[in-house]
């Protein structure tokens, strides 16, 4: 099996063509992939690149090594993106020509039951991206208080049952330890509805998986650190895949806060580090869709730093 097969089963990269077309790549410039998962965005920018440009991955999971291009203008570090400042002045780079982010998590996670990512399988209640941190989904079920759970799934999952869950949880835990993916499904399904349940329960883990790999604090971190280390006109390509993904990157493009709260000069200008590229956000083609179900819900922002 070729690397390129291998990476695609791995994870097929959304909206590959726009988001590496938004970067505007310049030949000899100096770009991060900082979610490299599978390799399919990275490669692509590859391909734009010219001899002396440089490309710098980055995925805090260790599976995703296997994936590595062979070339020598390619480095991937084995971290969390939020790191990505620290690493770069390590390596010497002080600035870049443009970040690409995909916030989606890979089918390679969702298809290893091992993992726990997915309800659809049986297995350990894992969901760690980065399998030598401390804290798993079980952990979380187990020790969170009601009022913590509870938080997790209202403002995580966007479930309005929260509190009913969180009480189910802690009712469950008194008889035996939550382990098992199954558990979480007995626990929860009650709440789901013939009607509802796949969007309860992909919500829910959701919710879970989001709290276990601390992801909201990882991306305000990342959105600022870009920023940082973008050279003036230099462009960040992000594709969010849920409502509160979308939020945070659409207001920090458009007012460079995470709030959205607009700040205005003497002559009422507004005063935002960003041009936004697009202000419609980019879906994928009905025929995309088609090709890759997983990227129905992926939504791609782009901004170029004034």
């Known amino acids: 099996m070729s690397n390129n ?13 726009e988001s590496v077309d938004g970067l505007q790549i310049a030949p000899s410039g100096i770009y991060l992939d900082v979610t490299f998962g599978g390799g399919g965005h990275s490669r692509e920018m ?24 062979a070339d020598p203008r390619f480095m991937l570090i084995r971290s969390n993106f939020r790191y990505m400042k620290n690493f770069l002045r390590y390596f010497g780079v002080e600035a870049v020509d443009g970040v690409l982010a995909d916030l989606g998590v890979s089918s390679h996670h969702f298809d290893d039951s091992e993992r726990g990512f997915s309800f659809r399988f049986e297995g350990d209640l894992d969901m760690r991206m980065n399998r030598s941190a401390r804290k ?6 187990n020790s969170y208080t009601a009022e913590q759970l509870s ?14 869950i969180a009480a189910a ?16 499904l007995s626990i929860l399904q009650p709440f789901t509805g013939r009607d509802r349940e796949k969007k309860v329960l992909a919500q829910a883990f959701q919710a879970l998986r989001i709290e276990v790999n601390g992801e909201m604090d990882a991306l305000r971190e990342m959105l600022l650190r870009s920023l940082e280390m973008l050279k003036p006109g230099g462009r960040i390509s992000v594709i969010s895949y849920h ?22 000069d003497f ?8 041009e936004l590229v697009n202000r419609k956000v980019i879906v ?7 090709r890759n179900p997983r990227a129905r819900s992926a939504k791609l922002s782009i901004a170029k730093k004034r």
């Open 243 to 264: 409502s509160l993904e979308d939020r945070l990157v659409k207001n920090f493009f458009r007012s460079g806060n995470f709030e959205g709260k607009l700040v205005r």
């Open 136 to 141: 798993s989904a079980a952990d979380i079920l």
């Open 5 to 17: 097969i291998e990476a695609e089963a791995y994870h097929t990269p959304a909206l590959l063509a």
């Open 169 to 184: 949880i802690l009712a469950a835990r008194e008889t035996d330890r939550i382990t098992t993916t199954g558990q979480l």
């Open 284 to 290: 994928p083609s009905v025929e995309e869709q088609r």
């Open 46 to 69: 590859l391909n734009r690149l010219g001899p002396d440009g440089r490309l710098i991955a980055f995925d805090q999971d260790e599976d995703a090594a296997q994936n590595a291009l």
């Open 267 to 274: 002559y009422g200008n507004v005063e935002t580090p960003f």
């Open 151 to 164: 938080d997790i799934f209202y403002h995580y999952g966007e479930l309005r049952n929260a509190r009913s």
